[in-house]
DNA sequence: GCCGTTTTCGGCCCGACTGTTTTCAGTCG
């Protein structure tokens, strides 16, 4: 079992001990618990019980619950909470608005324990009974519990590869001599994905062990026959889709399934052009099919250049490929350095030498530490003083350390009226500034956009940490006007910030498009809380192709003196 | 439930905002 389906166990053990108004600090621990095996990078499940006993934070209680998923595959604690507390009741929890005491209350006192249960109360005017309840209340919730349909079975793109990988891994062994490959959202990079697609090219003998392989996979719990293969839900809600074909059929398949619907649409367009028709994955001419065993023979066949997948969402894609002028995409190597990420100093997980050994160690030349400020008293922000203190301990580690440059930097707060919540002084003496929201993020369009861009005029402003404030699954952001927030970063000459951490990817791809079409630096960031944090760049990467950026379009793939002749020239 | 060189008990991140109250509970980050 993969060390996120272990995290995620964790993670609702914890939910739930909430409802059983448990110890605080206890939930505490297994949802710290949940964070470390999350970011553990070997499997827990392959670690001794000592080593795993050796974890911090994982004491004498944890590290046997840990022992039990490993040999069973079961957390016997779960299965007894799920007994105890209906586990619709999460799907509530997820509303913004509602946390465990509220949500521990409409299910005692009014026997709401379903999103579905909650949205007819609010209609019968139930809710308005309660204390605490008004209608304002009622409107966000509708307004949430709206959004929340749509976004019933969708998953965060690093949950469906985690599972996907190991579940293409699982069927390739099944079948070595076949192609095994992801397709679909997950192939595109798309941050919400509504399961794995799974193309599978091979003799009849493998597709069929593939195929036994797939129904008897352990997180399977119910299958069943689909055009072409066989689709299941998985342990957890996760749909998977397997397509098998023959592999001269294998390039055309891939496509299909890979998608986008858009893309899908444009390609028929050209190929109707070419004399040919694309219908349920196959590329035909009249009534012969035509062989692509390939996705470049299939390109080719329709006189294109093969597409990364991460562009094929129907926008200028077909023209550029037609006219060989797609864009060289960001890759990672081509990223230099890391702009954002914590320290113990505020919410880290270990100090600016750990985090500087962990980049350099992972290839970068330059990293800039970026603490909280003190408007987030939850994570112990820096005020003028600490912040100053930082700065010059981190300038001193960087005279120390060798193999790469540290700069001293802050994640300062956009305060509701649009100050920073620090000193002038203090962040024109740092080297690198990030203005990030996290509060009051529900005023109005006008008042919020103008708070950005009051928070860009100002001269020691370097970037826009995750624009919008948006976290998938959760919440929807700020009701920024992007368009302007966007001219006025081009004309002071202000970065703008793909943020890697899973749920933000906050640039989004299309604000990113619009982002490299003012000539905006952007950077692709981890906002790292911890040494595997950095690795979360691989996420804001994604984002990036999809918009189509070059190396060119981004601050972090510059060499140092190039980066800070960038923030010079927008400071001079 | 975890932790500890001041260790087996008593700590463990806390202040602002919101919608509702009429002085505050609950949520959020």
Redesign the pocket.
């Known amino acids: 079992m993969d060390n996120l389906t272990i995290a995620r166990l964790f993670s609702e053990a914890a939910d739930l001990m909430e409802l059983g108004e448990e ?1 605080p ?2 939930i ?2 297994y949802r710290n618990a949940a964070q470390l095996i999350a970011a553990l990078p070997a499997p827990v499940t392959s670690l001794s019980p000592d080593e795993r006993r050796a974890l ?8 046997a619950r840990l022992d039990e998923v490993a040999r069973t595959g079961r957390l016997q604690l779960l299965d007894e909470l799920r007994a105890k507390t209906p586990a619709s009741l999460l799907e509530i929890k997820r509303l ?8 521990l209350m409409l299910w005692r006192e009014m026997g709401i324990a379903s999103a579905t249960e909650l949205e007819a109360a609010i209609h019968a005017g139930r809710l308005r009974t309660v ?8 409107a ?1 919730l509708l307004k949430a519990l709206a959004s929340n349909r749509d976004l019933v079975a969708r998953h965060l793109l690093p949950d469906c590869l985690a599972r996907g990988d190991a579940l293409r891994a699982h069927l390739a062994d099944a079948g070595p001599q076949a192609r095994v490959v992801l397709a679909g959202g997950i192939r595109r990079g798309t941050e919400l994905c509504s399961g794995i697609d799974i193309v599978a090219a091979g003799t009849a003998r493998d597709l069929a062990s593939i195929a036994e392989a797939f129904r008897s996979y352990s997180l399977v719990e119910t299958t069943e026959e689909s055009p072409g293969g066989l689709t299941a839900r998985l342990w957890g809600g996760m749909q998977a889709r397997l397509v098998m074909c023959a592999p001269t059929a294998f390039g055309a398949t891939l496509v299909w399934h890979t998608g986008s619907d858009a893309h899908i649409t444009h390609l028929q367009s050209r190929a109707e052009e070419k004399g040919l028709s694309f219908a349920d994955g196959a590329l035909q001419r009249g009534r012969t099919t035509l062989s692509t065993d390939s996705e470049e023979t299939f390109y080719d066949a329709l006189g294109l250049a093969w597409v990364p997948p991460e562009l094929r969402e129907g926008l200028d894609e077909i023209e550029l490929a037609a006219s060989g002028a797609l864009p060289t995409l960001l890759e990672w190597d081509d990223l230099r350095g890391d702009l954002h990420m914590h320290t113990t100093a505020s ?1 880290g997980k270990v100090d600016a030498e750990a985090m500087a050994a962990a980049a350099r160690d992972a290839g970068l030349d330059y990293i800039v530490i970026t603490d909280h400020s003190p408007a ?5 922000g820096l005020d003028n003083r600490r912040a100053l203190e930082h700065a010059d301990h981190v300038r001193a580690l960087d005279r120390r350390v060798k193999g790469i440059r540290v700069l001293a930097g802050i994640e300062c707060d956009i305060l ?1 009226d649009g100050r920073m919540d620090l000193d002038d002084e203090v962040l024109a003496s740092l080297d690198f500034v990030i203005a990030s929201l ?3 993020l ?1 005023q109005p369009r006008a008042e919020i956009t103008a708070r950005v861009i009051k928070a860009i005029e100002h001269p020691s402003v370097d970037m826009i940490g995750h624009p919008t404030g948006r ?1 998938l699954l ?2 929807e952001g700020a009701d920024l006007d992007i368009d302007a927030v966007l001219d006025a970063a081009a004309a002071h000459g202000v970065a703008m910030e793909i943020n890697g951490q899973a749920d933000r990817l906050d640039l989004r791809p299309s604000h990113a498009r619009k982002a490299k079409a003012r000539g905006i630096p952007i950077a692709v960031s981890s906002d790292a809380h911890s040494p595997r944090g950095l690795a979360l760049k691989r996420w804001g990467l994604t984002v990036a192709r999809r918009a189509g950026l070059t190396a060119d379009d981004c601050l972090n793939a510059r060499p140092l003196p190039a980066f800070r002749k960038a923030l010079r020239r927008h400071r001079a």
């Open positions: 110890n600090f206890k505490r621990a911090p934070g994982i004491g004498k209680d944890l590290a913004p608005g509602i946390g465990p005491r509220t949500l204390r605490g309840f008004g209608p304002k209340k009622e966000t919410d987030l008293a939850m994570v112990n509701a996290h509060s009051a529900t976290k959760r919440r």
